[in-house]
């Protein structure tokens, strides 16, 4: 069969922040570069942020990117690396400023500055007192942020694939990747994009769970196709979960609801938030009330039929000052859970979030792997976003802080792009075909594939055993049921059938190729997390003790280091956490509390 | 499924969860038995940015157009989980 063939100097998987900030970076310096995306890219899910982005421009009041560093490596439980960290809260006023003048509507102060607001965890002098550092567009952040960047790209002849779908890494025997193969939903059609390097930012994958805030688009594409490419996959233990997701759906009930007097309750009605945090109550960090969560529901005290979520009560709140503040929030409850809050309290469960793991890089955006003990770029391919793991969010993700990964990440990932094709490749290397092959085998199986299993079924059960084994609390022996769990899962991914095959915009066959991808992101976390034995920042282990030497059963002697899992032999390695920043001193490991 | 129908389906897909939620459980309910009109009025739909595509279907703007602030309407009245029960399992109910 021929595949047609199509040349650019690079291919970015993935329009979202991280793809479309790395392809400013490229297009303007000259280069042939196609995005590729699944949907329009001002549909991609960083739409959906509204919070902020960090930065420490002390516009509202004195700031220092040298305590948002400090808050970054606190908040992610000293797992991230500390010269990275340095380098993500360094640039921050650089590729804000630049957003800035793509575009970007921020907020702004009387005197015409970016307006700052306070978030949770940012602090200034190194954990003292709360400081305004997020900025934001009203809460369109992320949709402006897209829309600001997407012009920006368009100005600089920036060649966009909407709505086609990367498959595999084409990786050479050298271990060079030289472009991608991709499927034209409009046509149906297989293709191979060749390129001198390749960048993926194909978002999160917060689809593995079953209960999820992430949109259905987030598969983990990138982290599946590196996988598959021989790529180990980073900390895919660490996940974060919101604490306020409607139970059953997932939608996101913002923060701003309990600041604005929200009370969580149990079944018989208490305020157990008072018992875990008397002070900072339901306003608590994420974790905290999280966990309180989980506790309540294990411990019996959930509500429903099956016990299984509590309540959100906003009863008390003045039905105008509902209307009035949180009239998105009212909505949302009456179509995602069927109560209208002004009457009756919102059913509300801990809901996986954002993805803290991803495909191992390093500060300057190069997919690294470690040969004989020292990580190594991975020649040609590089790595931005939420898909990557460079790692500044370690065990923990501060808000307002991937927006600001999202813009640094995709701008030095860029950069080095841009270093590598003009300094290391004169031509295009050769195809390699056995990896084309691949793509072409799995497109072959899908199509003559009889007495399989259904996607959909086969998807709710990867879900639901994520769902059960993989929440925020873990234990020993569900996390070794889920393990072999998710291995009789990946079994029925391989024989997966599609009834409809036909080839244009088939969301059957779509879904089925996600799922390839889902599968992977979902043994890397199961088998990290039945390896690591401690807490760590967003889980606590069941059998990992608080003692002052682990204080919240974290163990730093023994787990202060990365977790890489790999494909081939599901089998894991550790790799130490980098504790030295660029310029100034390690910001030495401390007990996590706020 | 036809081509042009297979498409609206796939464009259902937006980077908000919660116009997945609301585009497929209208698309999956009605989908097959739109007239060639109807059809174009929900793919207009879909043109929308997703955050002024949410502002219609949560209320807080209305479409000047009758036609397509009625299919706003029913959007928003084919609730993808209003009344089913919630089930979520958690392990374990001791220890
Ligand atoms: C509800 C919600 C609110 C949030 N709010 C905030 C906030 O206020 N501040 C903050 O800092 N963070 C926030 N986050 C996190 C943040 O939004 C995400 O981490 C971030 O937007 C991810 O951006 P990205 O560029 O990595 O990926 P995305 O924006 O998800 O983009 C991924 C891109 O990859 C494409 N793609 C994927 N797979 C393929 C494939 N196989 N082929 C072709 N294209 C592909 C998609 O089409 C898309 O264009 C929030 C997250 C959620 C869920």
Redesign the pocket.
Same mark, same amino acid.
Do not use: F, R
């Given at each position: 069969m021929n595949i047609p063939v199509r040349k650019y100097d690079a291919v970015i998987?993935?329009? $979202? %922040?991280? $793809?479309l900030r790395a392809a400013i970076q490229l297009s303007e310096s000259g280069l042939s570069t196609a995005v590729?995306?699944?949907?329009f890219?001002t549909r991609?899910? !960083?739409v959906?942020?509204?919070?902020?982005?960090a930065a420490s421009l002390g516009n509202s009041e004195e700031d220092h990117w040298h305590w948002h560093m400090y808050d970054t490596v606190k908040g992610s439980d000293w797992l991230g690396d500390q010269d990275a960290i340095e380098f993500m809260c360094r640039r921050a006023n650089e590729v804000v400023v630049e957003l800035e003048h793509y575009g970007m509507p921020f907020d702004r102060t009387d005197e015409g500055k970016i307006y700052q607001r306070p978030f949770g965890g940012h602090m200034s002098h190194f954990g003292e007192k709360p400081v305004r550092r997020s900025c934001a567009a009203a809460d369109r !952040?992320?949709h402006a942020m897209l829309h600001a960047m997407y012009q920006r790209n368009v100005r600089a002849n920036t060649q966009f694939l909407v709505e086609?779908?990367?498959l595999d890494l084409l990786r050479d025997r050298d271990g060079r990747v030289v472009g991608v193969t991709?499927m034209e939903m409009e046509s149906g059609e297989l293709f191979v994009l060749h390129a001198k390097a390749v960048l993926l930012? !194909? %978002? %999160?994958a917060g689809r593995v769970f079953y209960s999820s805030? #992430?949109a259905f688009? #987030?598969t983990g594409? $990138?982290l599946g196709m590196a996988a598959r490419a021989g790529i180990p996959l980073e900390d895919m233990e660490f996940w974060q979960f919101h604490p306020t997701g409607v139970a059953g759906a997932g939608v996101?009930i913002t923060e701003g609801v309990r600041g604005e007097g929200g009370i969580l309750r149990n079944a018989s009605g208490e305020r157990f938030m008072e018992r875990y945090a008397p002070n900072a109550k339901d306003l608590a960090s994420r974790d905290v009330v999280s966990r309180a969560m989980v506790t309540e529901i294990k411990e019996g005290r959930g509500c429903g039929t099956n016990k299984d979520y509590v309540l959100l009560d906003i009863t008390h709140l003045d039905p105008k000052t509902i209307m009035m503040r949180l009239p998105g929030i009212r909505e949302i409850s009456i179509q995602f859970a069927g109560v209208d809050p002004i009457k009756d309290p919102i059913p509300v469960v801990p809901t996986a979030?954002?993805m803290m793991g991803g495909i191992p890089t390093n500060f300057r955006g190069e997919v690294v792997m470690p040969v004989n003990g020292v990580d190594q770029p991975v020649p040609g391919l590089y790595a931005a976003?939420?898909?990557a793991c460079a790692s500044v969010h370690g065990a923990n993700r501060l808000? !307002? #802080?991937?927006?600001?990964d999202?813009l640094v990440f995709g701008k030095s990932s860029g950069e080095s792009t841009v270093e590598y094709i003009r300094k290391e490749v004169r031509a295009h290397p050769d195809l390699p075909h056995e990896a084309i092959e691949l793509s072409r085998a799995r497109l072959a199986r899908l199509d003559a594939q009889r007495d399989g299993a259904r996607v959909h079924d086969v998807r709710e059960k990867l879900q639901r055993t994520m769902q059960d084994h993989c929440g925020v609390f873990r234990f020993a022996d569900m996390l070794k049921q889920g393990v072999s769990k998710i291995l009789d899962v990946e079994k029925d991914v391989a024989s997966t059938e599609i009834s409809d095959k036909s080839r244009v915009f088939n969301t059957a066959r779509l879904e089925a190729l996600e799922l390839d991808n889902l599968v992977e992101v979902a043994k890397a976390s199961l088998v990290s997390a039945d390896g690591r034995k401690e807490s760590r920042g967003a889980h606590v282990r069941d059998d990992a003790v608080d003692s002052p030497q682990c204080p919240n059963g974290r163990n730093d002697a023994e787990w202060l280091k990365h977790s890489l899992w790999y494909r081939d032999g599901n089998r894991l390695e550790y790799k130490p956490v980098q504790l030295q920043p660029l310029s100034v001193d390690t910001i030495e490991l401390k007990k996590r509390a706020y | 499924m036809d081509a042009a129908l297979n498409r609206l389906r796939w464009q259902c897909r937006r980077g908000m969860l919660e116009l997945d939620l609301l585009l497929t459980a209208y698309f999956d309910a009605r989908g097959a038995s739109w007239s060639l009109a109807e059809r174009e009025q929900f793919a207009r739909l879909l043109d929308y940015d997703d955050t002024e595509l949410w502002a219609l279907l949560n209320g807080q703007t209305q479409s000047g157009d009758v036609g397509e602030q009625g299919l706003v309407e029913r959007v928003r009245a084919q609730s993808p989980v209003r009344g089913s029960e919630v089930s979520i399992s958690y392990p374990r109910g001791t220890s």
């Open positions: 998987v993935g329009a $979202g %922040g991280a $793809g590729l995306t699944k949907v890219p991609s899910h !960083t959906a942020a509204q919070g902020g982005v !952040t992320g086609w779908m990367a991709a930012a !194909t %978002g %999160g805030t #992430n688009i #987030n594409d $990138g996101l979030h954002y976003g939420e898909c808000g !307002t #802080n991937s927006l600001l999202l | -």
